[in-house]
């Protein structure tokens, strides 16, 4: 027991953990007979390449952090084999009096430190260093190491530089894909939104940041934006609650909600934007001196990027809520029938409540009830009863309908 533990204690453990990977014997493994020597870890292969020293300096960390006896047990060991460089682990171990286990976590210790290092012409398998000689291995070996992987790293380099070379084109193709254009001018760039209204075929989302635009443009856009309802395009936008005050823009955009679009507002938005479909955005363009100028980006990736800043600044916004001076005419395409349903909106009465009073069945109310939330572009009909009650249409006769 004793000459194993000897055995396994002469054999590095830098040098253990190699043969425990590589599946060889470790020394404490081998069969030993009373011609075995204590340095047969020598004779069997080469020392190992010590650890690397990031690796060693965790291992040595946490020894000098949490186990101060084995710290004590190195420095004593250490102390002897300086005074009889022919120790011999069985009989050191013995005079120090210590089980296998301490005796050998205090050769791991100053394995890790350097002090001892691999030999095959001593008793004990090892010859001891002075701490400067240690360092000095210690850090040539990492010198090594770094130098080997500065030049891996430097083949890696030209390597890949060399890929980047083949396959840099096929990249800049792809990114060819999305186009984009420079519109300057404020005739051109109404073209441009006009070309743009009428390509939309499914969505129509922008930010209004800035001030509100001159009343001819905003009723060019209100002409548009009819249009584009008209065609079953879903239109939602964000502006500046300042701006929305203003009366000019509060009136088109009361226009724009009663027509059927989503209006939302907002106290800061980051920059103005018009997004087509998904593939197509208008965005600001760099400062022209005394003109107005728009950049086209064309593309599903990169528009794919602003609608997700569109749709965060649409969640952090607010409804839009029309205001009104006085009462506005009924609209001519509701009938007395939803005109009392309206009432009973506004009075909160349930689906069931007003088909009983009704004397009609649920899913024609859902329908009515749809008709109407759709004509006051309503989300919902509770909003649709407050923009009737605003609208003034409660109190106000529907006139009655002329066939010619």
Known sequence: MIQQSAQKAATPPHQRRTAERDGRPTGADQPLTPHTPLTSHALHAPPAPHPSLAEDYGTLTAALAEDSTTLADARELYRRALADPEWDPSPARARLGWDDDRFIRAIEL?????????????????????PTSAISRLLADEERRVSTRLAEAAAARHTLARLLTDFHPLHADQLSGAATELVIGPARVTAMLE???????????????????????????????????????????????????????????????????????????????????????????????????????????????????????WSLSADFAP????????????????????????SGLTDESMARRLAVSERTIRRLVAEITQRLGADSRFQAGVIATQLGWLDQTTPARTTT
């Open 110 to 130: 100053l394995d890790t430190m350097g002090l001892l290092a691999p030999a095959a012409t001593t008793p004990s398998g090892w010859t001891t260093l002075s």
């Open 195 to 313: 070309d743009v209204v009428r390509r939309a075929r499914s969505d129509f989302l922008s930010l209004h940041p800035g001030p509100p635009v001159a009343r001819e443009m905003l009723e060019a856009g209100l002409s548009r934006d009819k249009l584009l309802l008209e065609r079953g395009v879903t239109i939602r936008s964000v502006h500046l609650g300042s701006s929305a005050a203003t009366p000019a823009l509060h009136g088109y955009l009361a226009e724009l909600s009663w027509a059927g679009a989503r209006v939302r507002t907002a106290q800061t938005l980051p920059m103005r934007m018009i997004l087509v479909d998904g593939s197509l955005a208008v965005l600001p363009a760099p400062a022209v001196p005394d003109e107005i100028a728009a950049l086209v980006v064309h593309g599903e990736q990169l528009v794919a990027v602003f609608r997700q800043l569109f749709e965060h600044c």
């Open 323 to 346: 205001t009104h001076t006085g009462p506005a005419a009924p609209d001519p395409d509701l009938t007395e029938r939803h005109h009392e349903i309206l009432r009973m909106l506004a």
